[in-house]
């Protein structure tokens, strides 16, 4: 059997995290951007990212991930600063910076590790379903 690529893997984990993202937040398959507030079927919106996706640490942190449309989350680059407040609001006072801390740690997470968060958001998801 063939082992698969280490950004095979990560891809995986992506699109399923994105999709649980976007799908928590949905009701009747329409979510909210988090940042401005516009409306769409999940499939349309995407997954933004307060703190960058580079940074391992908060990649697939459910509080830094929340949905956005393609308007905040690429055409305004995310959107940073509205995010950061609305995160204070919705998870206390201080949630923004301390993702923001915890994006500068070095995480390395083995090929293992990824497949179990894969597990992960999959049985996830089927607890939305």
């Known amino acids: ?17 994105s999709l649980f993202i976007r799908k928590r937040n949905s009701k009747n398959d329409i979510a909210k951007c988090y940042t401005c507030g516009r409306t769409d079927h999940y499939k349309k919106l995407q997954c933004g990212h307060f703190m960058s996706r580079k940074n391992y640490a908060t990649r697939w942190n459910e ?58 958001y999959k049985n996830k998801l089927l607890e939305l379903e």
């Open 63 to 120: 509080i830094n991930c929340q949905v956005q449309c393609y308007s905040c989350n690429v055409m305004r680059y995310g959107e940073q600063f509205k995010f950061g407040l609305k995160l204070d609001v919705d998870y206390g006072k201080g949630c923004a910076e301390e993702l923001q801390l915890e994006s500068n740690k070095i995480v390395k997470f083995s090929n293992d590790d990824l497949l179990q968060k894969i597990d992960i």
């Open 1 to 17: 059997m063939r082992t698969r690529s280490r950004k095979n893997i990560v891809k995986q984990l992506d699109t399923i995290f």
